[in-house]
């Protein structure tokens, strides 16, 4: 797995997912169900909750997320 994207709050990474999905790409938040009980304070925490995709996605899935912020699209942190 490769860590693609790191976000601070969970609807971000989400829509990141979702974004991926949408182009045919996997994508992993292996944190989510954690910041869903915990809420925002375990994501700055731990620094941030990863988007990952498999190993052999990275390069597809940088692509799609460049063209995603490029077209106006706010993250916070990627």
């Known amino acids: 797995m490769t860590t693609i994207a790191t976000c601070q709050r969970l609807i971000e990474a989400q829509i990141l997912q979702t974004t991926l999905g949408g182009s045919g790409i996997?994508?992993?938040?292996?944190?989510e169900l954690t910041a869903l009980?915990?809420?925002?304070?375990?994501s700055y925490a731990i620094g941030g909750l990863r988007?990952?995709?498999?190993?052999?996605?990275?390069?597809?899935?940088?692509?799609?997320?460049?063209?995603?912020?490029n077209n106006g699209a706010e993250t916070e942190a990627l």
């Open 26 to 31: 996997k994508a992993y938040l292996p944190e």
């Open 37 to 42: 009980t915990s809420g925002n304070a375990y």
């Open 51 to 69: 988007v990952q995709v498999e190993d052999e996605d990275a390069d597809a899935a940088r692509k799609v997320l460049a063209h995603f912020n």
